[in-house]
Nanobody
Framework: QVQLVESGGGLVQAGGSLRLSCAAS????????MSWFRQAPGKEREFVAS????????YYADSVKGRFTISRDNASGTVRLQMDSLKFEDTAVYYC???????????????????WGQGTQVTVSS
């Protein structure tokens, strides 16, 4: 069992930055691929970024590549998402998620994930 709690959301002007954190607890956290998803009102949940447990390999959605950075600290059980150059269209609820058996085909699919946090709201004003 893995418990995930997000924090760090808020209101920011376009062009600004925010850093989201996900505190993970439970056994074997370090063996999970950790990802961030987001969901805007009326839209499906979409993949944002992921980081694997062993080499720290990262993968980003095209819409955030070059602006967002995902990182993890297995010792403290923390995953972070640094979001820079924020745009109005980044407004959404952001979710942290954990996936035990990750493959390139599964990391972008929300229904494949084993555990989810409760989400944190990010609002970017134009």
């Amino acid at each position: 069992q893995v418990q995930l709690v997000e924090s760090g959301g808020g209101l920011v002007q376009a062009g600004g930055s925010l850093r989201l954190s996900c505190a993970a607890s439970g056994r074997a956290f370090s063996t999970y691929t950790m990802s961030w998803f987001r969901q805007a009102p009326g839209k499906e949940r979409e993949f944002v970024a992921s980081i694997n447990w062993s080499r720290g390999t990262t993968y980003y959605a095209d819409s955030v590549k070059g602006r967002f950075t995902i990182s993890r600290d297995n010792a403290s059980g923390t995953v972070r998402l640094q979001m820079d150059s924020l745009k109005f269209e980044d407004t959404a609820v952001y979710y942290c998620a954990a996936l035990l058996r990750a493959t390139p085909a599964t990391i972008t699919r929300p229904h494949q994930y084993d555990y989810w946090g409760q989400g944190t709201q990010v609002t970017v004003s134009s």
